[in-house]
């Protein structure tokens, strides 16, 4: 703030460190620091603001991160899991490790100074944000929970142990997987095709005709589905689930 003394901070919410912060701010005489407590028109407070950020040392998948992505804001979040599944650090926002002070700051002032990278993170903050709307998280939790829901219904009235394939039906060589996967990215992926490795199965099939006549249930989903949310999840998290990073405290 003493580099850019115009800006506001707003602090939403409660919590067991809030008047340890607020004495801090009275002390310091942080006269744009506002602490806002339980509030109930958080899209009004989103839409008065410029930039949105989290900075937390654990999260699942944080809700006001998404809700700010939904009015198009940037973010500015730490480097743990839940908050770096939705931002992608210089596309929609940036994310700094725990405790390091410098890049959160830099990280700051580059949105501030720059009214354009905000519009453009916050344009691409939207569009992130579009697989989780509520009527695409819907049909896919249609898609997972049915099959239990009709394995359930099942061994409710029979007993024994029975086996089902559940799947498409259809087989996919690796060829065909790789276009499938350059067609829903626009990722090229070089290859080159030589001789079958020893012990590699030739053909594998799995038949759900099984499930389809006893169960009623029919694959929602094929290929290109799994293509786009594998290349989504590995794009958003680069180096794979990494370890819990403890703050030092």
């Known amino acids: 703030m003493q580099q850019i003394p115009n800006v506001h901070c707003l602090i939403v919410g409660k919590g067991e460190n809030e008047e340890e912060l607020k004495q801090y701010?009275?002390?310091h005489e942080l006269k744009h620091i506002h602490f806002l407590g339980f509030r109930c028109?958080?899209?009004?407070?989103?839409?008065?603001?410029d930039i949105v950020t989290l900075l937390s040392f654990r999260e699942g998948l944080p809700r006001c991160v998404m809700e700010a992505m939904a009015s198009k804001k940037p973010l500015v979040v730490t480097n743990i899991r839940g908050s770096r599944d939705l931002v992608q650090h210089g596309i929609n926002g940036f994310v700094v490790d725990l405790e390091d002070d410098q890049a959160l700051i830099e990280s700051f002032i580059k949105l501030i100074r720059d009214p354009k990278l905000r519009e453009d993170m916050g344009r691409a903050s939207f569009e992130r944000i579009q697989p989780y709307r509520l009527e695409n998280v819907l049909a896919e939790m249609e898609d997972v929970y049915s099959r239990y829901v009709k394995a359930l219904e099942k061994v409710l009235e029979t007993t024994g142990v029975?086996?089902?394939?559940?799947?498409?039906?259809?087989?996919?060589?690796v060829l065909e997987v790789v276009a499938a996967f350059e067609r829903v990215t626009g990722v090229k992926i070089p290859y080159t095709v030589v001789d079958r490795r020893l012990g590699d199965v030739a053909v594998c099939y799995a038949d759900p005709t099984k499930a389809k006549k006893e169960l009623g249930w029919?694959?929602?989903r094929g290929i290109e589905d799994m293509c786009r949310d594998a290349w989504r999840w590995q794009s958003q998290?680069?180096?794979?689930y990494e370890r819990v990073v403890q703050p030092n405290r």
């Open 25 to 27: 701010v009275e002390q």
């Open 41 to 49: 028109d958080i899209p009004l407070i989103l839409s008065d603001s």
């Open 162 to 173: 029975e086996a089902y394939n559940l799947g498409t039906g259809r087989g996919y060589s």
């Open 218 to 220: 029919v694959a929602a």
């Open 237 to 240: 998290n680069p180096n794979g």
